[in-house]
């Protein structure tokens, strides 16, 4: 059986497992005992989800798993937000792109489900860089099993009992470490008595989405629990080549869990989820032009007018495009984990075993235009990973302890092409060459990656927290890890006429090829030891509040270039350019988490200092005679800043909720950077040459740019989210319940939408209304409407500058004004 094959085959048993797993608790209903007095271990009872009211503020104390052990968010020494899974539904945000709205130090960046970003303050991974051989920096779990594939943010929650956001390095306690902070999803589990439910929403912009849940006894020591979430939605962009609207929705997801409950001392829980995305995405559409340093008759005015093409608008809020290659973004992941807590001797011993897959199969359209320069562009991937985690919690009076161990194995296999059409050969070729005007050079010449990553991580780590006094705790924690990275690059170019074109070949004609596409063929590979700690003291000051302060000694772990090393002159691999250093991190964070007004409000506080040595990023260093940019490392980065949550419940019908950040996040040194678009494109600069202006044309370049002091990527100075829900009680077509009224809005102002700071990629700041109104019962029936980006702001998500320099900027519109109508029924 060939690996495709045997793939198809894993997934259907998969799919098989999970439909039959969702009528086992209705046929059991009929035929099972009356509910076991059996209650889930303490671990699966919080993710039952935490009593909190739709617009947040809190009813009782949230529990939380994020140290490993159940604990109220207000005990916690750690910046935390956590958003329940009512908030969830009630506020729309089902994802992680939405949710950013509700936690201001979380940033989500995504062209398309490869290409996306989960950065906190300002860190995580860096801006605009797609490769296989480095990691995240926010650690992605869900029901603790770690997520290595950063697509996976962009599928829809299902069934989510809350959210945790953890930020800072996150490493003593989790499986993998992270330096930027987690996302920790918990879900729910199955329950011994039945339970249902059931959600549709239908909306402007043919949106309809659905959800359904039930769960229940199969015997007294067996529950089941099943849930399905399906969402569709027109896309918002029109492309008036294909006449179809493009970077819609189509989502499905299946989850299905089994628990195994024999005894108290322990539990077992089987799970296994699909999800499929297959949406037709994701343009990205003219923004703007400028100049650059290329000459003239190189830039975009010039290039469009010689080929007669206009573009079809240059307003990107009328929302058209003309993009003329086909257009995919088809995401498929899944996986199923096996989960065992066992009360043994004076603790609980925790193993979660877990396989997950990602397969992923792209289409784009890489010159953002409706000319067939890039007329195929498209990397489809298949991954693979296993992992294994074992911790064992210990709890006393004056002390807790986790220890743990954790492997993990990844394969990530490959498949590039690239290829050219008949209007390359003007945009790419300078004009002065005659072949130019030869459609025919270019047209057909086509790039085929073959590639793969094996990836393997081994860790021991551990975290003790000692109750000095009553008052005093420190918690101090260490790991030791190791990591190895292997990987395989290969690249062969053939021209149009399916010959090969090789390197070393002369001619005019193979000279005009191999300057866009060169063969290439390497292995590089990488493997460290690291051994990192923390330590934090808190100091309860008053009953209900707590101070707190960490320091932590963290790693990323070093990468690979997966994605073909750096040339030289001649065109030949720099192998020294192959591995990239781990960065080395230093945190230090400080807080106040309070509670006054007879706990009726809440606000907890947090400043922090993050110092990156060896950041890992895109540079230019030219004294490896290196002819094009280069995953590497800069010499260092700093974030710093504060955050507040603060939250008010004066009484059962009023709530409201502030949270704000302010982040200061910036290169302190990085003296070899990509220079931006209005540097770049000239001649290169000599030895005692002064570079041109930004912006003049035929002008001369430096080899690389020094940003040091400048912001990084993506990081908006300052970013807040707020909101409130009142209630009145009612009663409507017989049945008592509640009307309510809720607001939610976050502003978050400007960022840079370019690894290098550009003055064409800024991205302006903008503010968000969402609006909700509806009636809600005692036993679960809740009905309302909803307008989201209620005003219609136009804003960007992000912007991107084109290919080869011409000056064309590319980018994605945010959502404009939706509206619908949700229903959902408890049973």
Known sequence: MNVNSSRSARRAILLAGLLASAATPALAQASAPAASDHAAPASEAATAGADVDPAGASVAELTVTARRREETVQSVPLAISVVGGDRIDSTGAFNVGRLQQLTPTLQFYSSNPRNTAVNIRGLGVPFGLTSDGFEQGVGFYIDDVYNARVATATLDFLDVARVEVLRGPQGTLYGKNTTAGAINITTNQPTFDFQAKAEVSLGNLDFKQAKAVVSGPLSDTLAARFALSSTTRRGTIYNVASRRWVNGQDNLGLRGLLLWKPSDDLSVTLAGDYTKQNPECCAQIFVRTGATQRPLNRQYAALTAALGYTVVSTDPFDRLTDVDAELNARNEIGGVSLRAVWNVGPGTLTSISAWRYWDWKPANDRDFLGLPIVTRSQNPSQQDQYSQEFRYNLSADRYDVVLGAFAFRQRIDTQGLEQHGVASSRFNIAPSNALSNDPTVLDGLVARNTQYLKNTSFALFGQASWKVTDRFTVQPGVRLNYDKKEGFYQRLVFDGQGVPVLLGQTGARRIAQLAVFTPQLSTPGFSDWNFTYDFTASYRIRPDVLGYATY???????????????????????????????????????????????????????????GIRDYQATVTNGQLGVLRGYLANADKVRTQGFEFDFSVHPDERVSAYLNGAYTDAKYVRFVDAPCPPELSGGTTVAAGQTPSAPGTPGGLSPTNCDISGQRLPGVSRWSFSFGAEANAPATLLGKAGEVYVGYDGSYRSNFSSNASPSIYTWVDGYALSNFRAGFRTDDGINVFGWVRNAFDENYFEQLAVGPSNTGLVAGQPGDPRTFGLTVKAAF
């Open 552 to 610: 932590a000694k963290s790693f990323k772990t070093g990468g690979i270039n997966q994605n073909g090393l750096p040339t030289d002159a001649a065109g030949n691999p720099i192998l020294a350019a192959g591995s990239i250093k781990p960065e080395d991190v230093d945190h230090f964070e400080a807080g106040l988490k309070t509670q006054f007004w007879d706990r009726r409000a809440t606000l907890n506080i947090a400043a922090f200092r993050t």
